[in-house]
Structure formats: structure tokens, C-alpha cells
């Protein structure tokens, strides 16, 4: 009987562990983020904070050059007026699709920018919210 309790505790601790570690398995490589010719005062601390946050998220990040990455993660910024719109992308590299999208309004100014883009970058890798973001946005719908 202590030996299937030792058992069934460690087989509990294994799924435990692995499901931790799902995201630290996808290799992701973050292109360094495009600044549209309206967005071109942003500060340059912006790729260190999206590098940031989807290690935040637990996943590897590599470089272009260091091996294959499981997926791809591109954003672009432009300033529309005084607000920030901020598009993102992940693609799957072994397909070439697009598996998430998200587009968002950042009111404020680059510190605002700064301060939000973690939170983007978590909005994007969770489906559901990015599709939402998409969608009250007024853009097209994803494809």
C-alpha cells in the first residue's frame, strides 16, 4: 500500500513539474520590435522589456542564429496621435502560420508604453484575451 502512495505522489509531482515547464520547452525567437516612422521617439528599452516578458511567461528565448526556434514573436508599434498602437504576432516556425495576434491602444506617453508592455505581450500568448483585443480594437478579424 506505501508503495502505490509513493507512486501515484510521484507521478503527481512529475505532471507537476512538467506542466510548470511547458512554456519554458517552446523556443521562442523575438525579432527586435518594428517602430513605425510615427512611433520613432520610443524608447530603445522596449526590446529588453518584450525579451523580458515572454521569459516572464516561461519561455526560452533564442537567437536567430542559436538553433531552431519553435515559434516567432514580432511586434510593431506606431504612435497614432497621442496614443500608442501596438500589434503583435507569434508564428509558428515549423509551419509558418500564425498562431496568435493581438492589436491594442496604449494611451500615454513612451513610459505608459514601456510600463503596459509586459502586460501586452502576456494578453498576446493568452489566445482568448488576444482574440478579444483583436476584436475590440476595430481591426479585421485575425486570420
Known amino acids: 500500500m506505501r508503495w502505490i502512495l509513493v507512486l501515484l505522489s510521484s507521478l503527481l509531482l ?17 525579432v527586435p520590435v ?16 518584450v525579451r523580458g516578458a515572454v521569459e516572464k511567461l516561461g519561455y526560452r528565448i ?3 542564429d542559436e538553433g531552431q526556434a519553435d515559434q516567432l514573436l514580432s511586434i510593431k508599434i506606431a504612435r497614432v ?6 500589434t503583435g504576432v507569434v508564428v509558428d516556425s515549423r ?8 492589436s491594442e491602444f496604449v494611451e500615454g506617453d ?12 502576456a494578453r498576446l500568448y493568452d489566445s482568448d484575451a488576444a482574440t478579444q483585443a483583436s ?5 479585421v478579424e485575425p486570420l
Not at 513539474?17 to 523575438?30: F, I, K, L, M, P
Not at 518594428?34 to 522589456?49: F, K, Y
Open 110 to 121: 513612451g513610459r505608459t508604453l514601456i510600463e503596459e508592455m509586459p502586460d501586452l505581450v
Open 135 to 139: 476584436y475590440s480594437s476595430g481591426d
Open 14 to 30: 512529475w505532471s507537476l513539474a512538467a506542466a510548470s515547464t511547458a512554456g519554458a520547452q517552446t523556443r521562442v525567437t523575438v
Open 62 to 64: 533564442v537567437g536567430r
Open 34 to 49: 518594428v517602430l513605425e516612422h510615427s512611433a520613432r521617439g520610443t524608447p530603445e528599452l522596449i526590446n529588453d522589456v
Open 81 to 86: 496621435i497621442d496614443d500608442w498602437k501596438v
Open 95 to 102: 509551419t509558418s502560420q500564425v498562431v496568435r495576434r493581438s
